[in-house]
C-alpha cells in the first residue's frame, strides 16, 4: 500500500508538472486521456495492423508503393501518401538498395550473337523473348550459381538451376526445365550476355533444335541484359542478404522457396501494374 502510494504520488507529481509546462489544467489533461479515439485513429491503428503483415509476407521487401497496393488489393481504402506517414512515423521501411556489379566471363574466342533486342524490354505475348543471366550466391561450403531464364512478356523465371561449378552443364539444365515448362514452340528469342556458357557449343546446339533465335547484350554493356541482372539484384537485397548459409543445400532450397512460392506467385512488379508474373499471365489470357 505504501509503495503504491508513492507511485501514484510521482505520477501525480509528473502530471501536474507537464500542465505546468504546456499551460494546461489537469482536469484539461485527464479529460482529453478519456475521450475516445477519432474515426481517424481507429482507421490509422487498422491500416498500420495491415501494413505490417504486408511488410512481413512480402519479407520485409515493400515499400510504401507495392504495400498500398497489396491493400487496396484486399479491400482497404487507402492512399500511398497516408501509407507512406503511417510507414514512416512507425519505422517501417523497405529494403534500401545497394549496388550491384555483375560479372562475366565473355574473354573468349567462342562466336557470339548479334544483339537483338536493343534495350526494348517489352514483349507483346509470352514465350516470343526469354532473357537469361548467371551470378552466385556466398555459403561457407563454397560458392553457388544460379542461371535464371525470364519470360520478358510478365518477368516469370521459367527456368533455373544451381550448381557448385560455373560450366555450362547448368545453363543448359535450366534450358530444358524452361523449354519443358512453357514449350515455346519456333523463333523465340533467347537472350543474355556473351558469357562462355552461352556461347558454347553445346548451349548453341540446344538452342539450335528448338528453334530459339540467338540474341547477345554489346560487348561490356550491362544494360543490354538488365531485366536478367534486376532480378538477381532483386533476390539478393530482398533475399539473400538476410541470411547466412551454412551449405549449398540450405541456399539451393532458400532460393527456391523465394523464385517459386513468393517471386513467381506473390511479388508484385510495378512494371506489370503491381501484378506477380503468374497473375498478370493468368489475366492476359482471360482479357
Known sequence: MKY??????????????????????RSGYYGWKRQPQSKR?????????????????????????????DLQAKGTKCGKNRVARLMKRNGIAGKAKKKFKATTNSKHNLPVAENLLKQNFAAEKPNTVWVSDITYIGTLEGWLYIAVILDLYSRQVVGWAMSERLTSDFVIKALY?????????????????RGVQYASADFRNVLNSHGF????????NCYDNA??????????????YDHRYETRADAQQSI????????????????????SPVSFELESMVA
Open 213 to 220: 533465335i540467338q540474341s547477345m547484350s554489346r560487348k561490356g
Open 41 to 69: 485513429q481507429r482507421e490509422n491503428e487498422k491500416i498500420l495492423m495491415e501494413i505490417r503483415e504486408s511488410h512481413k509476407n512480402s519479407h520485409r521487401a515493400y515499400g510504401s508503393p507495392r504495400i498500398t497496393e
Open 4 to 25: 503504491w502510494f508513492i507511485d501514484q504520488h510521482r505520477c501525480t507529481y509528473g502530471v501536474q508538472k507537464m500542465c505546468l509546462v504546456i499551460g494546461a489544467s
Open 177 to 193: 526445365q524452361a523449354i519443358g515448362l512453357r514449350n515455346p514452340g519456333s523463333c523465340c528469342i533467347f537472350h543474355s550476355d
Open 256 to 275: 527456391f522457396n523465394y523464385i517459386e512460392i513468393f517471386y513467381n506467385r506473390q511479388r508484385r512488379h510495378s512494371a506489370m501494374g503491381y501484378r
Open 227 to 240: 531485366v536478367a541482372e534486376s532480378f538477381f539484384h532483386t533476390l539478393k537485397i530482398e533475399h539473400v
